[in-house]
């Protein structure tokens, strides 16, 4: 029996539900396993692996129908819309990410000692398959909402109210699998000044540890990273399944059983550059803080990018040439025996860590670790959300290095053409 991780599923909120769920189906191979039809909302299941999705397309703003709704929410965000005049969303949002929790209760009574507002209050819901006990909280940032779930044994589909979808109905007609395995991480994009706050509201609502992503992270500042027109600064943390009872995920649970979230805010523009930083951007686009980027692992990337890119995935614009030479990563590349042509030619980045074996003085030991990551192009019709492809060879960051390392190769390919421009 497959055993899914603590992340139970991740919603998308979407103006164009069926748009939404044939791309997931056609370019990443996800099947739907389960539908729910109301006069409310839409809802379809998809799997892949153990990854679940939830797509909800709202049919009515009707405060009423939501109240009553177990598993409906309005994702438009309240300043959007007043609320004696509710309206349907007009942009997709990526904005729920639903705990599966051991005791619901616990999780209660801990963010009963915070301030939080409940979107749905506990409920316990039956169908012929069981029961599950279920609320959601709203996140302090932005429009993210979080469904927690105890499911006691419940042995339907999905979720009480869901109904299986067969699986002929429901079968990709490509043979062609992107090899996606499970949730790495999440990323929110919040606004300046305010990853701390952040961090610090999950540790206290969820029970949240933080972590240093790599040894360049100051603890009060967070990891930050900037070039003349690249601003941003990282903090992560993670969690676990057990980690409302307040113990650690015993170390056969595997990274799977884990999700990091990696909050990103922007640092101040550097004085007399134009360009926008990136998670300003981010946030202009989306009306606000929200899941910039979902990373799904993947054991063997460059398989894995071949077979998305037959399937119709859009990448993000790969790195310049000179990523791959000397001023780029080269010197990494060659150093932990990836093949450069391999990486260049599928546009995959990569980013190195060093970890020392042994903690003792005497024994300072290196081993390079690394990762090789790639970004699809925005995944909705209306928001500026995206998928990364994530294959840990060792490394626990998030490709940081990668933000120095593009901003020489832009730099050194800028030098080069106005050379070239000079010898014309
Ligand atoms: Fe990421």
């Known amino acids: 029996m497959t055993s899914f991780p603590c992340v139970h599923h991740i919603e998308i909120g979407a103006v164009n539900g069926p748009q939404v769920v044939e791309t997931l189906t056609s370019q990443f191979t996800f099947r739907v396993k389960a539908r729910r039809q109301t006069e409310l909302a839409d809802q379809w299941l998809l799997l892949k692996e153990n990854s679940r999705i939830l797509v909800t397309s709202l049919k009515t703003p009707d405060l009423m129908l939501i109240k009553n709704d177990n ?21 997709d949002s ?3 990410v639903a705990f599966e929790v051991r005791n619901i209760d616990f999780c209660i009574k801990r963010l009963n000692q915070q301030a939080i507002t409940f979107t749905k209050p506990l409920h316990t819901i039956h169908d012929s398959d069981g029961f599950i006990r279920t609320c959601t909280v709203k996140s302090c940032v932005g429009d993210i909402h979080h469904t927690l779930i105890e499911r006691n044994g419940y042995s339907g589909v999905f979720l009480p109210g869901f109904t299986s979808v067969s699986d002929n109905e429901s079968r990709n007609k490509s043979e062609t699998d992107p090899m996606l395995e499970y949730f790495d991480h999440v990323a929110l994009a919040v606004d300046m000044g305010t990853s701390m706050a952040v ?8 029970g949240m540890k933080r972590f240093l992503i790599n040894s360049e992270e100051d603890k009060d500042k967070g990891l930050v990273l900037s070039t003349n027109d690249v601003g941003l600064r990282l903090r992560a943390m993670e969690y676990w399944k057990c980690s409302e009872v307040g113990l650690l995920a015993p170390e056969e649970e595997g990274a799977e059983n884990r999700l990091s979230l990696v909050v990103a805010e922007g640092l101040s523009p550097v004085p007399g550059c ?55 990563r080269l010197d990494d590349i060659k150093g932990v025996g990836e093949n450069v042509d391999d990486l260049r030619t599928n546009g995959i980045l990569i ?26 192009k925005p995944l909705l019709p209306s928001d500026p959300f995206f998928l990364e492809i994530i294959q ?16 020489r190769s832009i730099q050194a390919y800028i030098v080069g053409e106005n050379n070239s421009k000079q010898n014309m």
């Open 199 to 206: 961090i610090g509201w999950y540790e206290k609502c969820f």
């Open 351 to 376: 980013d190195t860590e060093a970890e020392r074996l042994h903690e003792s003085d005497c024994d300072k030991s290196i081993q390079m670790t690394y990762l090789l990551q790639i970004f699809t």
């Open 71 to 91: 598993f409906v929410i309005n994702w438009a965000t309240s300043s959007d819309q007043p609320s004696n005049t509710p309206t349907l969303p007009v942009k």
């Open 392 to 407: 840990r060879k060792g490394a626990t960051g998030f490709g940081s290095g990668n933000i120095a390392a593009l901003y």
């Open 94 to 96: 990526v904005f729920n």
């Open 274 to 328: 134009q360009e926008e930083n990136q998670i300003t951007s981010w946030l202009r686009q989306h009306g606000g803080p929200g899941i910039q980027h979902l990373a799904f692992t993947s054991s063997d990337i460059k398989q894995a990018v071949r077979n998305l890119a037959k399937l119709g995935v859009p990448f993000a614009k790969p790195p310049p040439p000179a990523y791959y030479t000397k001023e780029g």
